[in-house]
């Protein structure tokens, strides 16, 4: 690292969680010693911490130019911690605010947990002036919103419908919300319905939690399977 310091003109962070790696630290430790305080910082974060032993990351990064953060989140409130687990809403809320001033665009993945709030997250980071990025879950299949019955597919569609017809996001942000809907009704996954209910109950025993309770209006199809 030290070799390379004299060479860098980026520096992204990914994770684990790089806010309680210590390394992380350490290099922006180098970088400001070093007087490369000129490099951009670049940084995928859940936001679940802003504080990790005696570091002062905010006291660091008020040497450097450039900081950019893109926080991971799915969904809102309950739901979102449920397909984030550990995850705590209030906390990444609280953090959100903490980082305003770094954070350019929250990362977002549409799968079977996340899409059906998803349109109230935008709500709710559009009202913070933040941008959103939403790619869509591919890998383990039974997850992706492909596996979906179809009346679940259609009442989604209605839900972002009048997202869509609002006038609360630019061009390039309907074309990534239509994108997600799209692919959701490009093929018909619903034989994994089973494998994904075997898998579901699993975790949920294991984390004494409730699917039908967090995700109601899918429990007609869920019951059934």
Known sequence: FDKIIPYIEVMYFAGGEPFVQEGHYKALEKLISAGRTNVALQYNTNLSYKKFKNYDIKKLWSNFKTIQ?????DGIGKRAEYGRKGLKWDVFVSNLQHFKDYVTTVSAVSNIYSISSLPDMIYFL??????????????P???????????SKQFILNKFKE???????????????????????????????KEFKKYNEALDKSREESFEQIFPEYASWYKTI
């Open 141 to 151: 299949s039974i997850l992706s919103t492909t596996v979906l019955p179809k009346e």
């Open 69 to 73: 953060l893109w926080p991971s989140l």
């Open 163 to 193: 997202l869509i017809n609002s006038d609360i996001l630019n061009d390039s942000e309907l074309e990534n919300v239509k994108g997600i809907l799209s692919f959701m009704v490009s093929k018909n996954d619903s034989a994994y319905l």
């Open 126 to 139: 559009k009202d913070k002036n933040i941008n959103f990025f939403i790619t869509n879950l591919t890998s």
